[in-house]
């Protein structure tokens, strides 16, 4: 065990490390860790813009290590559960609608100070960025983005709304924020298929979440398989590494950068 995170660098030989600070310190103690050589994980959002991703991502394809970052939902069971509902009912998500949103923090909260890399875009928009990649395999054509609420001492944005339109005339809305109840929600709808889940953002390990199947002749509920996301996420990343293919978790984490990097412009907080 070390109590300082350089003392950790300089001492432990792990060929990983896993960035989870306040999202400020992320590209900090990223950048020193890849640059002794280190696979790099970061927790969500990895980098506070497209330019730091743009820098990290060069310099691990440099040292020749994988940089992922830790959006780990996609990784639960249930969303391949998900997609082989559509696929055995020969269709595919063309409208998803999310809600993630929960209550008010402590004041003191890093997510309320911009110089920690604060605000609900920071905290929330990797899922809204994410979403369009992972149930509908595609970047969006177009993307709108509205704060609905600012609080804190800084006055960051505590609330926001999403369209982000896509090919084929699919598109994700979305509302994300820490001002309301808490919602966790998404709703995937396909011409003969729609799913309605809760917790899918983050689902507990031991939760089997119960989804809400539509097709043309009626309703029913089915139950998902549990799992736990964030070990599963590292199983992932650590076979990547050992067969040294982690191309596909390095574009994950730049086209979510992308997105969010046009989310943000839209709502005028880049």
């Known amino acids: 065990m070390f109590a300082d995170y350089q003392v950790a660098l300089e001492k432990s030989d792990a060929a990983l490390v896993y960035v989870s600070l306040v999202n400020g310190e992320h590209l900090r103690w990223a950048q020193r860790a890849l640059g002794q050589g280190r696979h790099v994980v970061v ?40 997609r082989q ?10 409208r998803v609608t999310a809600t993630f949103s929960f209550p008010s923090m402590d004041p ?8 920690l ?3 609900a875009l920071w905290d929330l928009g990797p899922y809204a960025a994410a979403v369009g990649r992972v149930f509908l395999d595609d970047e969006p054509a177009s993307v709108a983005c509205r704060v609905l609420a600012r609080g ?12 982000e339109e896509f090919s084929n005339g699919r598109s994700v809305v979305g509302t994300f924020g820490f001002d309301t109840v808490y919602r966790n929600r ?3 709808v396909g011409g003969e298929l729609g799913v309605e889940v809760d917790r899918i953002f983050t689902t507990p ?13 009626g309703a029913a509920t089915v139950t998902a398989p ?45």
């Open 43 to 82: 927790d969500k959002p990895a980098f506070l813009g497209l330019e730091q991703a743009d820098r990290m991502l060069e310099l691990a394809a440099k040292q020749g290590v994988c940089l992922a970052e830790a959006t780990v939902f996609a990784y639960h069971p249930q969303v391949e559960f998900i």
């Open 152 to 163: 804190g001492p800084d006055g960051v944005e505590t609330a926001f709304a999403v369209l």
């Open 85 to 94: 509902q559509f696929r055995v009912a020969d269709s595919a998500p063309c």
């Open 117 to 119: 890399g604060g605000g």
């Open 205 to 217: 390990p031991e939760a089997s979440n119960e989804l809400r199947i539509t097709r043309r002749d």
């Open 226 to 270: 549990p799992g736990d996301a964030f070990a599963l996420f590292f199983d992932h990343v650590l076979r990547r590494i050992d067969a040294g293919e982690w191309g596909q978790l390095s574009s994950d984490l730049h086209r979510d950068a992308r997105t969010l990097h046009r989310l943000r412009q839209a709502a005028g907080v880049e």
């Open 186 to 188: 998404l709703d995937l």
């Open 108 to 115: 003191d909260n890093f997510r309320y100070r911009r110089a």
